[in-house]
């Protein structure tokens, strides 16, 4: 049997490694694990997803996998959170008051992720809860940010807002504030505003570390920008078919889409050819 050319694998989840309907082959990942394992080679879901929501979606195999969740703010190991990047309270309001400020309606499509609980305004659109109820099922509605607890962990807000703003809002912001903000997009019209130089890639770097395991034998697949960190850092890094152009045109290699099984047909290539 041959060395694979890798001993991590990270994948992206929504467009990437869960097809349109967020569902994917869990007899086919399961069969795949087994194998990489017996390679030595570690996998780790890395996602915009908190990681309750990832528990829930890969409960059969937390024994077998790592998570970087929240784009990169909270790590979890052997099923227990090691890390959390988070904002201040404080942070999270004077953010909010500078969405009332410069974009006038984005705070009603606003949702703040904490550690323990999300929160929305009570007067958010019902389409925006609905949309969000999935990857936040422990949500609390409230009337004003302001009643935001003191003891939760603050690792996200997720703006429902044309993204074509997020440099500037990033640039605007951090001007002004000692606690810097990073704004990204995952591929939807969402803004995802996480605390600065959180992303998936530095999450991952502390797992390979961890693992003992070089950048340059690490395998990585994303499709949206929050990806791009994460696909640079790999030295083997695929951008999805159907991903954004900008992510197709920096990773390395180009990846079936996430409709067609594209993680687990190129995972089994190379699984196959290291039995010849």
Known sequence: MKDLPFKAVAVDVDGTFVNDEKKYDHEMFGEILYRLHKHGAH????????AGRLEADFGDFTDSVDFVADNGAVLVRDGKIIRTTTFSKKCILNLVDYLHLRYPGAVQSTLI???????????????FKRSHHYFYPNSIEVDDFDQ????????????????????????????RSVEKIHVTTSGWNYMDIIPYNVNKANGLKEFLAYLDVPRTQLIAFGDGENDIEMLKLAG?????????????????????????????????????????
Request: hydrophobic letters at 30%; charged letters at 25%; proline letters at 5%.
């Open 236 to 276: 083997l890094s695929y951008a999805m078919e159907n991903g954004q152009d900008s992510v197709k045109k920096m990773a390395k290699f180009i990846a079936p889409s996430n409709n067609d099984n594209g993680v687990f047909k190129v995972l089994t290539k190379y699984l196959n050819e290291a039995q010849k």
């Open 148 to 175: 935001i607890p003191e003891d939760d962990q603050y690792t996200k807000v997720t703006v429902d807002y044309p993204s074509k703003v997020r440099r500037e809002l990033e640039y605007g912001f951090n001007s």
């Open 113 to 127: 992720s904490g550690v323990k609980h999300s929160y929305f305004l009570k007067s958010t659109p019902a389409q």
């Open 43 to 50: 996998f780790i879901i890395a996602s915009g997803r908190p």
